[in-house]
């Protein structure tokens, strides 16, 4: 039994922070921000709004799409690296704001690489026969995590959420393979150092801006580019796919250097590649079901079509799903 994507949704908070605000805030230009990650632009949520509230806003449309009520959800599970709170799980939070009160929940903590992790937990809870429909979410607000102070990384990233329903497919459609890989001894290429148990908070740990996303650049995008490569190539390859049979490549939306570099490695033409990053910047986990939505709604999928998501971050971890839709 495969899984298949019922619907998809998706939410951007309504305030636009541009290169041009970031110019006035960090040593920056506009220019060099394009020219390095592709962003021109990046959505920053309220002060009143949480990372559930932007699940949930993007939980409806999914549900929405897929035509179902949130008591028909037996199951959600929600990727984030920015919940609500340590404790309970963003996942219970959402599950109480949807009214769903049948489905089981837990939060995923894969980085970017999260709603992948995610999609792969639901699909083989489907495949098991465990559960019917699952509510699949990945949502950030990565701003309060943001030190605006350091330009090598306030200049990359965005809050948003984007969701899909799985449920049971009834032919030859739906998630055909999932890969997830880690490497647990990168881990320090990109990490929160305090706010856990090995620096908890303290004066010392707010005083020296220890509670904010910290990442060695280049060293990330060396191994990200190498990763990613081999990485679709294997997926394809395991599951008799030429690249040239992908109608689309949904990959995490980090740099634009990095997506161009994989596509052209690969032979696949921009054209057949979703970007969105110069409009939201990074959203971590959030950034593939935003783009998949937005491929969808846009009529740049279409039944038959090979679909494959990629995505890379801290862990290091990173994963692929090749779907026929």
Known sequence: MRSRILGTGAY??????????????????????????????RRIADQAEVTSDLAHEASVKALEMAGLEPHDIDLIVLATVSGDMPL????????????????????????????IYALSVADAFIRSGTYRNILVVGAEILSRFTDWKDRTTCVLLGDGAGAVVLSPSDNDSGVISVRLYADGSLWDLLHIPAGGSKLPASEQTLRERMHYIKMRGNE????????????????????????????????HQANRRIITATAERLGIPLDRVMLNLQKYGNTSAASIPIALDEALR?????????????AFGGGLTWGSALIRW
């Open 12 to 41: 951007l908070p309504e305030r636009v922070l541009t290169n041009f605000d970031l110019e006035k805030m960090v040593d920056t230009s506009n220019e060099w921000i394009i020219e390095r990650t592709g962003i021109h632009e």
């Open 220 to 251: 990330t995008f060396k191994v990200a580019v190498r990763t990613l490569q081999s990485l679709v190539e294997e997926t394809l390859k395991d599951n008799g796919i030429k690249p040239s049979e992908l109608s689309l490549l949904i990959p």
């Open 298 to 310: 846009e009529g740049r999928i279409k039944q038959g079509d090979y679909i494959l998501l990629e």
């Open 88 to 115: 309970p799980s963003t996942a219970c939070i959402l599950q109480d704001k949807l009214g769903a009160k049948r489905a089981a929940a837990f939060d995923i903590n894969a980085a970017c690489s999260g709603f």
